[in-house]
């Protein structure tokens, strides 16, 4: 956090270094960036991304969309527009936040990111990104429907304090997911870390994987506190589903 002075703030452990949540997911010989965050300049320098064949969001809050733009390198890097999936609350955001990107009216020399808006319905079975079957998992982020992704057996659920039942049903069979777990103290959009651990027990996943964690945790302290088959993850943790 800018300007905290707390130990893991100040933490030399590279996994106590948390840039904003997003993951990229290789599969079917296709890249799938999900969330374009503010750092995603710093993310895609980092862990060498070359290479967008779509990007997937979960929900427009501002730490979710910020690094839209960036979308602009893999334009020129591959020579074509970048595909966006997102739901109608989703869409209807980016429209208004970045009309220069999506208004062409207001771009001048062609100098903005290149991006093409597909919309998925958050309650469809599933729904196809150049060959790869998603099953969106609508979440509960506060009053807001956030969009999880479920690709094969492995599940991105970021930015919820609510699995409705519906996504339950959908989550049957599977093995690795990534869940929302902000803090330690209740929230009013978030799972706290008992939450987190109650709906992972719940779905029983063979492992899940905690993200969008906040300077409550410890990497290493709070390790030691995880039941078995979940785990804190990190910038740059590569999961083999
Ligand atoms: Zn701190
Ligand atoms: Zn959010
Ligand atoms: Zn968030």
């Known amino acids: 956090m800018i300007s905290c002075k707390c130990v893991v703030c100040r933490s030399k452990n590279p996994r ?9 997911v290789e599969t079917q010989g296709k890249s799938f960036l999900m969330d374009t965050s503010p750092d995603l300049r710093q993310q ?3 862990y060498k991304i070359t290479h967008i064949d779509a990007v997937l969001i979960t929900h427009p809050h501002a730490d979710h969309v910020g690094g839209l733009d960036e979308i602009r390198s893999y334009n020129f890097i591959q020579k074509q527009r970048i595909p966006l999936y997102g739901h109608d609350w989703t869409l209807r955001e980016l429209k208004v936040r970045f009309d220069y990107i999506f208004q062409p009216t207001y771009i001048e020399g062609g100098g903005v990111a290149q991006i093409d808006l597909h ?3 958050i309650n469809e079975d599933s729904f196809e990104v150049q060959g790869v079957k998603i ?5 509960k982020h506060g009053s807001a429907s956030v969009a999880g992704f479920r690709i094969g057996s492995f599940a991105y659920m970021t930015d919820c304090n609510f699995i409705p039942e519906t996504t339950l049903k959908k989550l049957n069979g599977i093995e690795t997911i990534i869940l929302d777990c902000l803090r330690m103290t209740k929230h ?3 799972f706290c870390f008992e939450e987190a651990l109650d709906s992972a027990r719940r779905i029983g ?3 899940t994987y905690f993200t969008h ?3 409550d945790f410890d990497y290493q302290k709070h390790s030691r506190a995880l039941p078995k088959k979940t785990y804190f993850a990190y910038d ?3 999961i083999k589903a």
Request: avoid cysteine; glycine fraction near 6%; charge should be positive.
């Open 16 to 24: 106590n270094k948390r840039l904003r949540a997003s993951l990229l």
């Open 44 to 46: 895609a320098l980092k």
């Open 119 to 121: 919309e998925f319905d």
């Open 135 to 139: 099953v969106p998992l609508e979440l």
């Open 188 to 190: 009013g959009t978030h």
């Open 205 to 207: 996943a063979k492992r």
């Open 213 to 215: 964690l906040s300077h």
């Open 236 to 238: 740059g943790l590569i």
